[in-house]
């Protein structure tokens, strides 16, 4: 089975300081896809980065970047200099290359930043 | 332009009538989705469409029917709404069934069932 965890449902942090929100996720599968998503008060979704499995560089994207560790199926996000704008749901996300576009979430993690 | 369009935003109705969610996408994607969001936020695939056929069909009520036209359209349509239909429901859509394709999300529409 496919799953995806997320262990802190609520997480706060200092304007410019740095977080780390933590993923685990179970699969048989040795090719996927591993994303984070973000889901603002406004409820829109939007994608802050994604990682390929096959790659062992962890993906960065401006002050957002990650910690892949395959091995222990951990991929946690990191936010350096945290705006106040970083302020949002975090949904952690996978999809296998064999169930073609079944994407599994996490439950999410609750993000304030504090001023 | 917005890339993933869902109408309407805001949904509020009377248990037992029938509701429609319209989802349009202008990236030139081959697959669309619903997604699901209930109060506790979880994100739940309910449809999947490649290519305006169904590829993914989730324990879903059957008072639940999807319907693409074609592949920029895929519209939900809810009959005799209940309580538990209440949620937030998401659009979506990737370029195509790979696992390499991002999903990118309408705004969402927050059906409210009295």
């Known amino acids: 089975a496919q799953t995806v965890t997320q262990s802190q449902p609520e997480m706060s942090v200092q304007e410019a300081e740095t977080v780390t929100l933590s993923c685990t996720y179970d699969?048989?599968?040795?090719?996927?896809?591993l994303f984070w998503y973000k889901q603002p008060p406004s409820r829109q979704m939007i994608l802050v980065i994604r990682q390929e499995a096959y790659k062992q560089q962890n993906a960065t994207e401006n002050r957002f970047s990650v910690n892949f560790q395959k091995a222990a199926k951990s991929f946690s996000l990191k936010i350096s200099d945290s705006q106040l704008g970083d302020t949002a749901m975090y949904f952690c996300a996978f999809i296998t290359i064999f169930t073609g576009n079944q994407f599994y979430f996490g439950t999410g993690t609750s993000l304030t930043v504090i001023p | 332009d917005t890339a993933v369009s869902q109408t309407p935003k805001y949904l509020v109705t009377q248990m037992g009538n029938d509701k429609s969610i319209k989802c349009e996408q202008n990236l030139g994607h081959d697959t669309m989705y619903w997604y699901k969001q209930d109060s506790k936020k979880f994100l739940k695939i309910m449809f999947s469409?490649?290519?305006?056929?169904?590829?993914i069909n989730e324990t879903v009520p059957n008072r639940f029917s999807p319907k693409s036209p074609d592949k920029a359209h895929l519209n939900l349509h809810i009959n005799s709404l209940e309580l538990g239909d209440s949620a937030v429901y998401f659009c979506?859509?990737?370029?195509?069934?790979?696992?390499?394709?991002?999903?990118?999300f309408g705004a969402g529409s927050r059906l409210t069932v009295l």
């Open positions: 699969t048989s599968e040795n090719n996927y896809y």
């Open positions: 979506a859509s990737s370029q195509g069934i790979s696992g390499a394709n991002v999903l990118t």
């Open positions: 469409y490649n290519n305006k056929e169904l590829i």
